[in-house]
């Protein structure tokens, strides 16, 4: 009788204290089922997938060896997380990864104990492990805090910040630096891996401290002659200088992919007495699923796809994205102004950049995830004549508000911002979302706000900011493709602060910020059906409003109705001061406004989420008809 198959190890794992109870021999055979069980369920999903595949030994080491959940283990970004979350009792759902009601594709607190950071944006992850790390020692309890953080996330200055501070978590920290750019070069092999269990292990690390408290006993040359010796012989074969310079004890670079090198020196790591520590570990992204390896950006993120050939679902053709529309267009504006240049931080494709970085190469600058420091540097080149434009999600660039504020508004520097991803972004769900900007950006003194309603208008902007030099002025556009309206041949220069009137009518008035204006018209054709005649405008500008145009069509139509794709204290609210400080409401106006709710929305497909949001035609009907009901022997109790 044939043997049976033997039962996947992978099945016998729902949590990590499952996973600790198997051999270090079948570790190898268990990472192999994570990686082909994460190819499987991101094939059927979509998502992240190059970066998982490159930690798929790295996580299946960490969970091995530490004691997690007791010992906090932060993902930077998070993005890199499903092979994680298929070890941490989240297997039976992985296939509804960024789905509506499904999980979420970073670490999410709420989601599991094994998640105990949320995350998203980068270079989060060493201060939060930190926080872990040094609250436990307060407390006099057991547990590390864990952070494993990308080489790109180094880029950004609060990973800097934190190890600074790293000093007073002792060996109750462990960074581990996962390293996806650089080849693994002959010093990750053997011997490197045979040296980093040697620097790891709890006597060297004794020695090496040893050692530094008598080179502080000794005449200035000695102890500066050891210290330059030291440096030398860890820098001829492994490196480091930096991360000891900030206090922490350096291991590497060892071979990620290499469960019998990361085991042991993971063991090392955390049995240390000294620290904190840092691992360097070399990883590939993409590792061991040949389409990945040999794309170009290594599946980062992709479609749902067909996991034999690697080739994705590619959605019908449709109208372009709007990323593409500003990037083409700053590009012909480029053409003939040799002061504009671009800056991004780190998104490059993802800003529609990368046209304008082939054909101005010189006049490009992505400046890694550092967003601070982007628009800083924009409001540097602004100081001196160019015109910069500082492409940048809106969830990201609330990370470098202070130098919005500081840097650019208050000195009243001409810095484009081009504010991508504005409104609901779909499948990344809160962290991604573009809720806020227009209200963070609006309440400054000085500053224009556009939001385009469509692609024309989108390039129309773009050559209004091109010429506007009296100040700060922000785009922002929404994630995904465009309505299908014809692009402009030439670009039209906007009246700054100045809307436009779509659909004329007499008793209800619409006021659209954004692309909500094609919900805005599909209701106006529901109310008229309904008998209400209904004015659509599209405002453009958040600030500074229409007030001319706003206060002719809220003193000449029985309701008025703002809709926006941002939170309280936006679009709508200004038009409510605006009316309030002239008095307009005290005449009983029906004036309502609709924007994102006070709340942080979970993943979905858009269309999903803007209905729940009360963002479309249906819930600008409906608030409408509640406003006229309540207006006795109103329009809308005749027509009921």
């Not at 051999?23 to 992240?48: K, M, N, W």
């Not at 039976?92 to 789905?99: A, E, N």
């Not at 840092?278 to 067909?306: I, M, R, S």
């Not at 609901?424 to 950006?441: K, N, P, R």
Request: some cysteine; hydrophobic content about 40%.
């Amino acid at each position: 009788m044939a043997d049976l198959p033997a039962t996947p190890l992978l099945d016998t794992v729902s949590t990590p204290d499952d996973l600790r109870k198997l051999r270090p021999d079948q570790l190898r055979q268990l990472a192999d089922e994570l990686r082909t069980e994460t190819i499987s369920a991101v094939g059927t999903t979509g998502g992240h997938l190059g970066s998982g595949l490159g930690v798929v030994e790295l996580t299946t080491a960490i969970h091995y060896v530490f004691d997690t959940p007791r010992d906090r283990l932060v993902w930077d970004v998070g993005h890199q997380c499903y092979p994680h979350k298929i070890l941490t009792g989240r297997r039976d759902r992985i296939r509804t990864l960024r789905q509506g009601g499904g999980l979420s594709g970073f670490t999410k607190r709420s989601e599991s104990e094994y998640d105990p950071f949320g995350a998203a944006h980068s270079s989060t992850s060493i201060s939060a492990a930190l926080g872990f790390a040094v609250a436990n020692k307060i407390a006099g309890t057991p547990g590390k805090g864990i952070a494993v953080i990308g080489d790109g996330a180094m880029s950004a200055g609060m990973a800097y910040e934190a190890m600074n501070n790293a000093a007073q978590a002792g060996n109750r920290l462990v960074v581990i630096l996962n390293d996806n750019d650089m080849s693994i070069a002959p010093p990750v092999g053997g011997l490197s891996a045979y040296l980093s269990r040697i620097v790891s292990s709890r006597e060297f690390l004794g020695f090496r401290d040893l050692a530094r408290k008598i080179a502080k006993r000794l005449p200035r040359p000695i102890a500066s002659g050891m210290r330059k010796t030291d440096e030398f012989a860890r820098g001829m074969t492994m490196g480091g200088t930096l991360f000891e310079e900030l206090g922490f004890y350096y291991v590497g670079p060892i071979d990620g992919h290499n469960l019998d090198h990361l085991i042991p020196v993971l063991e090392n790591v955390r049995d240390a007495e000294e620290g904190p520590i840092l691992v360097h570990v070399v990883t590939k992204k993409g590792k061991g699923y040949a389409p990945a390896e040999a794309a170009a950006d290594k599946y980062h993120g992709v479609q749902k796809f067909d996991v034999i050939s690697g080739v994705q679902t590619k959605a019908p053709p449709g109208p372009p994205q709007y990323q593409n529309v500003f990037g083409a267009q700053l590009v012909a504006e480029a053409a003939k102004d040799a002061r504009i240049c671009a800056i991004t931080a780190a998104m490059p494709s993802g800003t529609g950049l990368d046209a304008f970085a082939k054909a101005y190469p010189d006049r490009f600058f992505d400046v890694g995830i550092a967003e601070q420091h982007g628009v800083t540097f924009a409001a540097g080149l602004a100081a001196q004549g160019l015109r910069p434009f500082c492409a940048i999600y809106s969830t990201f660039l609330q990370r470098a508000y202070d130098q919005v504020v500081h840097d650019v508004a208050i000195q009243n520097l001409p810095v484009r911002f081009a504010i991508d991803r504005a409104g609901l972004v779909g499948a990344d769900g809160a962290t991604h979302a573009g809720s806020f900007d227009v209200t963070y950006l609006a309440t400054l003194p000085n500053f224009v706000v556009m939001a385009a309603a469509d692609e024309a208008e989108l390039v129309h902007m773009t050559h209004t900011a091109v010429q506007y030099d009296d100040g700060p002025i922000a785009l922002r556009y929404p994630r995904g493709n465009g309505t299908g309206v014809a692009l402009p041949e030439t670009p039209q220069l906007l009246e700054i602060g100045k809307g436009r009137v779509v659909r004329e009518g007499k008793t209800v008035a619409i006021l659209s910020l954004g692309t909500r204006l094609e919900e805005a018209l599909k209701a106006a054709a529901i109310l008229e059906a309904k008998g209400l005649s209904t004015t659509v405008a599209d405002l453009r500008f958040a600030k500074p409003l229409d007030v001319d145009l706003i206060r002719k069509l809220l003193t000449t139509h029985e309701v008025a109705v703002t809709i926006e794709e941002n939170s309280v204290g936006g679009f709508g609210a200004h038009v409510l001061t605006m009316a309030s400080d002239e008095g307009l409401i005290d005449g009983g106006l029906k004036l309502r406004t609709l924007r994102l709710p006070d709340m942080y929305q979970d993943q979905d497909k858009p269309e999903v989420q803007y209905a729940e949001a009360g963002l479309d035609a249906t819930a600008l009907v409906d608030t409408v008809l509640k406003a006229l009901r309540h207006n006795s022997g109103g329009v809308a109790e005749a027509r009921a």
